[in-house]
C-alpha cells in the first residue's frame, strides 16, 4: 500500500517531469522528430541551475536553464537543417558534446550538493507551507507546470504553432505555402529543449543536488508518459493532448513507485522503464486485436444460427 509520502512524492516528481513529455510531445509527436538531445539537455538544465544556484539566485536559475536548453536545441536543429545530418543523429552528436559541456558547467565535478543553498522550494516554503502544510512543494510543481502548459497550449495555436504543427504533418505542403521548414524545425527544437532543460533545473532544486548522469534515461520517461497518457486519455484538441502529456507522466511515477514498493531492485528501475514503453506502444495494438477477435467470435457466433 502506498503511504501518503510516497503519494506526494510521485505527484510532485510527475508533474516535474511532466515537462520532459511535453517537449517530447512537441518534437516526437508534433514535428515528427526522434529528438535524442533529450538526455543531455536534462542534465545541462540541472547542472545550469545549480550552478546558478550556488551563486545565489534560484529563480534566475530557471530561465537560466532555458535559454541554456534552447542553445542545445539550436544546435541539433542546425545540424540537421543546414548540414544535412539525419534528426536522430544530430540529437546524438549534440548530447555527446553536452556531456563534456555539463561537466564544465558544473566545474568538472561529476556532482553538486544545494543542501547550503537556497532553492525555489525553500523560498517558496516560508509562505507556502502554513497554509499548505507538506504539500507547499507540490504546489510549486504544479504552478509552474500549469503555467508552461497553458503557455504551450497557446503558443502551439498561434501562427508559428500552427505552421510547426504543420510542418510534422505535411513538410512538403508548408514548403509550397512558403514556409521555412528549417525554421520551423529550428523553433520547435529550441522550445522543446528549452522545457527540457527547465525540467532538470526544477528536479535538481527539488533534489538539492545536481549529477552529470541525471538525464541519463530522460527520452525512455518522457516517452512513457507522452504514450500512457495519450492511450488513456486520448487525442483531441491541444488542450487535451497537453492534458494527456501530464496525465501520462504522473501515472508514470506512480508505477514506479509502486515497483519500489514492490522490493524492485533500483538497478532494475530502466528494465521497468523500458517493459512499460513497450507495453503502452503496444496498447493500442492489442485493444485492436481484442476488438477484432469479439468480431470474430460474435461473426461465428451468428454464422451458426
Known sequence: MLTLSIVQNALEVGFIYALVALALFLSFSTLNIADMTTDGSFTLGCAVSAAVCLMGHPILALP?????????????????????????????VTNTGLYTVNLAVMGFSSNLSLFSSD????????????????????????????????L?????????????????????????????????????LCVANAMTSLSGAIL??????????????MVVIGLASLIIGQTLVGRGGMGRSVLAVVV????????????????????????????????????????????FQRKKRAAVRGGRE
Open 119 to 150: 532553492t525555489i522550494f525553500t523560498l517558496a516554503e516560508e509562505t507556502l507551507e502554513p497554509v499548505l502544510g507538506s504539500w507547499d512543494r507540490l504546489a510549486v510543481a504544479v504552478l509552474i507546470t500549469g503555467v508552461v502548459c497553458l
Open 152 to 188: 504551450t497550449v497557446r503558443f502551439l495555436g498561434t501562427r508559428l504553432g500552427i505552421s510547426i504543427r504543420a510542418t510534422g504533418d505535411n513538410p512538403d505542403m508548408v514548403r509550397a505555402s512558403s514556409i521555412n521548414t528549417s525554421l520551423m524545425i529550428t523553433v520547435g
Open 248 to 291: 501520462g507522466s504522473v501515472l508514470y511515477r506512480f508505477v514506479i513507485a509502486i515497483a519500489l514498493r514492490m522490493n524492485v531492485p533500483a538497478e532494475c528501475l530502466k528494465l521497468v522503464s523500458a517493459v512499460i514503453v513497450g507495453f503502452a506502444i503496444s496498447l493500442p495494438t492489442l485493444k485492436n486485436w481484442v476488438a
Open 204 to 217: 535538481a532544486q527539488y533534489n538539492k543536488s545536481a549529477d552529470i548522469n541525471l538525464g541519463t534515461g
Open 64 to 92: 537560466a536553464a532555458m535559454i541554456a536548453g534552447a542553445l542545445a536545441g539550436f544546435i541539433t536543429a542546425f545540424l540537421q537543417t543546414r548540414l544535412g545530418v539525419p534528426s536522430i543523429l544530430a540529437g546524438i
